[in-house]
T-cell receptor
Framework: GAVVSQHPSRVICKSGTSVKIECRSLDFQATTMFWYRQFPKQSLMLMATSNEGSKATYEQGVEKDKFLINHASLTLSTLTVTSAHPEDSSFYIC????????????FGPGTRLTVT | DAKTTQPPSMDCAEGRAANLPCNHSTISGNEYVYWYRQIHSQGPQYIIHGLKNNETNEMASLIITEDRKSSTLILPHATLRDTAVYYCIAKEGRRALTFGSGTRLQVQP
């Protein structure tokens, strides 16, 4: 089946620093990718839609200047958490619809961000 | 996307069938029913989807009522590795998935 990877799987950073998370579709091209975050004991919440070749669209309440998204190619989207704070600590997950099988979305394994 | 309602938790004995219900009474004609699951600290995993007809794949079966207002995901022979949170989602096309609270399935040895 289709595979989506994320890197890093875990990251610990200090308050005020920036962290970049990569999401790659390994065996298919993805013009669209989605970024979610999940706080402990909660469900996934959509943050933004990443579009190859154009600006990302953000959900209400998500700061676009804090969560920078770049969809550099048909297989790579990056999420940069800028000036991270402890409240940004969360599980960040990306997903992509797989080509012609548009009804199936494939998720990355997630990135656990801890801001100290 | 149509709202879905699922029981918060269920238990199932290992080796038995797990039947997970989902209510989606306001589903529109173009919305598919999707099932995903999330094992602890992992990304969600696609299980199955359907529009009107019942569907079966190597993981599960999906039974959709004739009026499409509810569905049931069936794991025919549950194993301990099936312990996870199961999400039922009604969605149209390539839009992002909207996750509810899901059903926490605990498979008991």
């Amino acid at each position: 089946g289709a595979v989506v990877s994320q890197h890093p799987s875990r990251v610990i950073c200090k308050s005020g620093t920036s962290v970049k998370i990569e999401c790659r579709s390994l065996d298919f091209q993805a013009t669209t990718m989605f970024w979610y975050r999940q706080f402990p004991k909660q469900s996934l919440m959509l943050m933004a839609t990443s579009n190859e070749g154009s600006k990302a669209t953000y959900e209400q309440g998500v700061e676009k200047d804090k969560f920078l998204i770049n969809h550099a190619s048909l297989t790579l989207s990056t999420l940069t958490v800028t000036s991270a704070h402890p409240e940004d600590s969360s599980f960040y997950i990306c997903s992509a619809p797989q080509g012609v099988r548009i009804n199936e979305q494939y998720f990355g394994p997630g990135t656990r961000l801890t801001v100290t | 996307d149509a709202k879905t309602t699922q029981p918060p938790s269920m238990d199932c004995a290992e080796g038995r069938a797990a039947n997970l219900p989902c209510n989606h009474s306001t589903i529109s004609g173009n919305e598919y029913v999707y099932w995903y699951r999330q094992i602890h600290s992992q990304g969600p995993q696609y299980i199955i989807h359907g529009l009107k007809n019942n569907e079966t794949n190597e993981m599960a079966s999906l039974i959709i009522t004739e009026d499409r207002k509810s569905s049931t995901l069936i794991l025919p022979h549950a194993t301990l590795r099936d312990t996870a949170v199961y999400y039922c989602i009604a969605k149209e096309g390539r839009r992002a998935l909207t996750f509810g609270s899901g059903t926490r399935l605990q498979v008991q040895p």
